[in-house]
Nanobody, 125 residues
Framework: QVHLVESGGGLVQAGGSLRLSCAVSGRTFSRHGMGWFRQAPGKEREFVSAINWSRNTYYADSVKGRFTMSRDNAKNTVFLQMNSLKPEDTAVYYC???????????????????WGQGTQVTVSS
């Protein structure tokens, strides 16, 4: 069974930075893509970023140029470095693991089969 644990959320002022981590266990991590999604109060969960097994990345337009996703296969962990944070980035951030080995990078939520419990990010103005 795949287990994902996010960490690194918190409260930060606008313009600040946070680094989220997601530790994965229970699968061959290096063969799978990972994604970050977020859900703000009263809104649907939305795509933020993704990285596949070969380290190709893809970002939502709203975070492009500010967020960077990376992975450390030795530590079975993915990271989301968030810079120049804005109040509209406030949300619960979830990491997710995709279902197919050696797949192309994807932003589609239904391509992800395992999800973490989420970590709160709050950006004050």
């Amino acid at each position: 069974q795949v287990h994902l644990v996010e960490s690194g959320g918190g409260l930060v002022q606008a313009g600040g930075s946070l680094r989220l981590s997601c530790a994965v266990s229970g699968r061959t991590f290096s063969r799978h893509g990972m994604g970050w999604f977020r859900q703000a109060p009263g809104k649907e969960r939305e795509f933020v970023s993704a990285i596949n097994w070969s380290r190709n990345t893809y970002y939502a337009d709203s975070v492009k140029g500010r967020f960077t996703m990376s992975r450390d296969n030795a530590k079975n962990t993915v990271f989301l470095q968030m810079n120049s944070l804005k109040p509209e980035d406030t949300a619960v951030y979830y990491c997710a693991a995709d279902s197919v080995e050696f797949a192309a990078v994807t932003w589609q939520q239904d391509e992800y089969e395992s999800w973490g419990q989420g970590t709160q990010v709050t950006v004050s103005s």
